[in-house]
């Protein structure tokens, strides 16, 4: 019988919702049947997280990743990689300490899955400003992972069972999009975005969107030039490499036919382009996928919800289906 896979879980920010949804999907019979969950983060936060439901699970700090196998039954492994004050992680206030701790969560749990002592690694979210407070400079998970990996061939996929989005410019400024939408970005995002489509649905050639940057894809040049002379002939080439790839096609019509099963997944130009019609379809399911890396690493697609923190009304949802999916791809 094959071992189940060891999925390391960062606890992200300790101010936030993190430690209380983990506390919700590892007291879940799925994810016991699923896998060996291993949280990467703090155990007074930790604690305070199981507290907020009242769930009778107890943690058991381990030293070593392998030692997750052995924790008793309804027990939680816990790598302590912090021991936080009660005023660092006093809920919607992170601190430098708190931001440090969260990088060190992150580098530690993708060094495992480097070393193959983990097969996976799920993030709960982050503050991405306590983090630069601690100085360390990064847009989010994403960079910072790609970073640690050595690769800039990378892409920010969300995924749900009815759309899965890419992007191909992730946390920039509006403003700078445009001069980010390069031929050579946009192909490798179409290259990356395929491979990836097709493991998470084993569709042998996945049928794929491209979207336009611009209203009604530039209406021939009047409203910008991007989409004709550089996203079509990005989306020629990939069609020429075998990728199933169409576009540019205009966005404010495409999700509507995504939704009729037209496409297996969409090539967004921008953050909010993709994300906010993703959003309103798999708020509580959505899963955070970063494709291109050597390491498997899923997300939730929700930030730090600190106005719930504390309250025991935030949904686990979206982290139970980015561990599910994380285990489906190991």
Known sequence: ????????????????IGPEIIGKALHSKEIENLCIPLVIGDRRALERGLAVDNSPQTIHEIATPEAAR???EGSIPLLALSHLSETDISYGAPTAATGDAVFRYICHAAQLCRDSRVDAMTTAP??????????HDYPGHTELLAELCGTDHFVMMLAGDLLRVSLVTIHEAL????????PEQV???IRITAEGVARLTGIDSPKLAVLALNPHCGEGGKF??????????????????????EGPLSADTLFHFALQGRYDGIVAMYHDQGLIPFKMLHFDDGVNVTLGLPIIRTSVDHGTAYNLAGTGKASEKSLLAAIRMAVKMA
């Open 126 to 135: 982050i503050s991405k400003e306590a983090m630069h407070r601690a100085g």
């Open 224 to 245: 910008g030039t991007q989409d004709r002379d550089i996203i079509e002939p990005a989306v020629k080439t990939a069609r020429l490499e075998g990728i199933n790839a």
């Open 1 to 16: 019988m094959a071992l189940k896979p060891i999925i390391a879980i960062t606890m992200g920010d300790p101010c936030g």
């Open 187 to 189: 192909l490798k995002t």
């Open 175 to 182: 403003s700078d999009v445009p001069a980010l939408i390069t």
């Open 70 to 72: 052995t924790v008793p």
